[in-house]
């Protein structure tokens, strides 16, 4: 799938744009503060429902004004897709997909597959367990739409649960607290199966990803580890693992009685990224990690292509800069095999071998020019 056009209004430092774009690669040029980081974040805002910064929408809105609008347009194998969003202060987002309202920006969810990688992604392997489920969490939701359901769900009851044990400081009637851990043994059995069966399909593309960009044969790993120990989560059987959870927060009883928080769960659960049999995160150099979080990140996109049978957009926010010479140029060839990438950089160190289709643009103070 590829963005043919991005208009804004009032969206952070953009008043009005009207972006027209094409398939394959696209520079976006510019000093520091014009605004290229925003452009992919509103590209990102509307596919996702989620600014990649963690922005809420009245961050995003530009300042003084009293609403922003983010529109865009792309074009797929199968279908012509238009997505538009308005937010106005006090009010909650309106969506509309090709003409129609959505209720809820969840319904949306993977219409228009994006990955973005930005210098923020290193926390993939650089910080804890939360950017990792995060990332898992966020794929899945791309991958299958049913899934944000179900993690809303299972977020719910874990609240639910958590305040049962602070209202009762640790100790719930024991017939409460039977239903709270059916609940949530329930709600967690699909969070667990599905981020498993993820874990997996990463497993299986990212070493040769990876060997590609570093031209390392010793592969990168990456392996599940689950909140809940033992047997494995099934969608079509899953007695066993729900018996095994069940069984996990008996024992976690006492502990949690002290802590008043739930301790056993798919809220607990990471992935493990190895190296040369190494944690990566206390074992690779800086420039090692990133190349590990960019593949993770082409992972994503492998598996969006394979899934959907469309091309993903990649959104590169400020890569090149970070990686040698040989390295940029492992990834734009990479690139130029894909689907369309928007790539921004405060300018060019160094000759890119970007193929004829290459756009360049150039951003200042909020505006767009070239292509
Ligand atoms: N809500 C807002 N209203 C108006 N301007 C904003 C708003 N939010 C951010 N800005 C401004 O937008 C400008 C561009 O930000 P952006 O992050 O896109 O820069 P950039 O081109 O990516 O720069 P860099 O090369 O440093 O990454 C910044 O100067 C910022 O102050
Ligand atoms: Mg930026």
Same mark, same amino acid.
């Not at 530009?62 to 194998?77: E, S, T």
């Not at 597959?113 to 899945?140: A, K, M, N, T, W």
């Not at 927060?249 to 992935?271: K, S």
């Given at each position: 799938?590829?963005?043919?056009?991005?208009?804004?209004?009032d969206?952070r430092?953009?008043?009005?744009?009207?972006?027209?774009?094409?398939?394959?690669?696209?520079?976006?040029l510019?000093?520091?503060?014009?605004?290229?980081?925003?452009?992919?974040?509103?590209?990102?805002?509307i596919?996702?429902?989620?600014?990649?910064?963690?922005a809420?929408?009245?961050d995003?809105?530009?300042?003084?004004?009293?609403?922003?609008?983010?529109?865009?347009?792309a074009?797929?194998?199968?279908?012509?897709?238009?997505l538009d969003?308005?937010?106005?202060?006090?009010?909650?987002?309106?969506?509309?997909?090709?003409?129609?309202?959505?209720?809820? @920006?969840?319904?949306?969810?993977g219409?228009?597959p994006v990955?973005i990688?930005s210098?923020g992604?290193?926390?993939?392997?650089?910080?804890?367990?939360?950017?990792?489920?995060?990332?898992?969490?966020?794929?899945?939701?791309?991958?299958?739409?049913?899934?944000?359901?179900?993690?809303?769900?299972?977020?719910?009851?874990?609240?639910?649960?958590n305040?049962?044990l602070?209202?009762?400081?640790?100790?719930?009637?024991?017939?409460?607290?039977?239903?709270?851990?059916?609940?949530?043994?329930?709600?967690?059995?699909?969070?667990a199966?599905?981020?498993?069966?993820?874990?997996?399909?990463?497993?299986?593309?990212?070493?040769?990803?990876?060997?590609?960009?570093?031209?390392?044969?010793?592969a990168?790993?990456?392996?599940y580890?689950?909140?809940?120990?033992?047997?494995?989560?099934?969608?079509?059987?899953?007695?066993e693992? @729900?018996?095994a959870?069940?069984?996990?927060?008996?024992?976690?009883?006492?502990?949690?009685r002290?802590?008043?928080?739930?301790?056993?769960?798919p809220?607990?659960d990471?992935?493990?990224?190895?190296?040369?049999?190494?944690?990566l995160?206390?074992?690779?150099?800086?420039?090692?990690q990133? @190349?590990?979080?960019l593949?993770?990140?082409?992972?994503e996109?492998?598996?969006?292509?394979?899934?959907?049978g469309?091309?993903?957009?990649?959104?590169?926010?400020?890569?090149?800069s970070?990686?040698?010479?040989?390295r940029r140029?492992?990834?734009?060839?990479?690139?130029?095999?894909?689907?369309?990438?928007?790539?921004?950089?405060?300018?060019?160190?160094?000759?890119?071998?970007?193929?004829?289709?290459?756009?360049?643009?150039?951003?200042?103070?909020?505006?767009v020019?070239?292509?």
């Amino acid at each position: 799938m590829h963005v043919h056009r991005v208009e804004l209004v009032d969206f952070r430092n953009y008043e009005q744009l009207t972006l027209d774009l094409t398939p394959g690669c696209s520079f976006f040029l510019g000093p520091n503060g014009s605004g290229k980081t925003n452009l992919l974040e509103a590209i990102r805002v509307i596919a996702c429902g989620r600014s990649h910064r963690g922005a809420r929408d009245s961050d995003m809105v530009r300042l003084g004004r009293p609403g922003y609008r983010i529109a865009v347009a792309a074009l797929g194998r199968q279908e012509a897709l238009e997505l538009d969003l308005v937010w106005k202060r006090g009010q909650s987002r309106r969506l509309r997909l090709n003409g129609v309202p959505v209720e809820r @920006m969840a319904d949306a969810l993977g219409r228009l597959p994006v990955v973005i990688f930005s210098p923020g992604e290193l926390e993939l392997v650089q910080g804890g367990p939360v950017g990792r489920r995060r990332y898992l969490d966020l794929l899945l939701c791309q991958l299958f739409p049913a899934y944000y359901d179900r993690w809303l769900t299972y977020q719910r009851v874990l609240l639910q649960r958590n305040r049962l044990l602070i209202q009762s400081r640790g100790d719930p009637h024991p017939g409460e607290r039977e239903v709270w851990d059916g609940s949530l043994v329930e709600a967690g059995l699909p969070l667990a199966a599905y981020r498993q069966e993820l874990a997996a399909q990463l497993a299986g593309v990212l070493p040769a990803l990876h060997a590609r960009l570093v031209g390392a044969a010793e592969a990168l790993k990456v392996e599940y580890q689950p909140g809940v120990s033992g047997p494995p989560a099934s969608l079509r059987n899953g007695d066993e693992w @729900m018996a095994a959870y069940r069984q996990q927060l008996v024992h976690a009883r006492p502990l949690e009685r002290r802590r008043r928080l739930t301790l056993i769960g798919p809220h607990r659960d990471d992935l493990a990224i190895s190296w040369q049999g190494r944690n990566l995160r206390t074992f690779a150099s800086q420039g090692q990690q990133r @190349m590990a979080a960019l593949a993770m990140k082409l992972a994503e996109v492998q598996l969006l292509r394979r899934q959907a049978g469309e091309e993903p957009v990649l959104l590169l926010d400020d890569v090149l800069s970070e990686l040698d010479s040989s390295r940029r140029a492992v990834l734009l060839d990479f690139l130029a095999e894909g689907g369309q990438t928007l790539i921004t950089a405060a300018a060019l160190g160094g000759a890119i071998r970007a193929d004829d289709s290459a756009r360049f643009y150039h951003v200042e103070a909020g505006q767009v020019r070239g292509g």
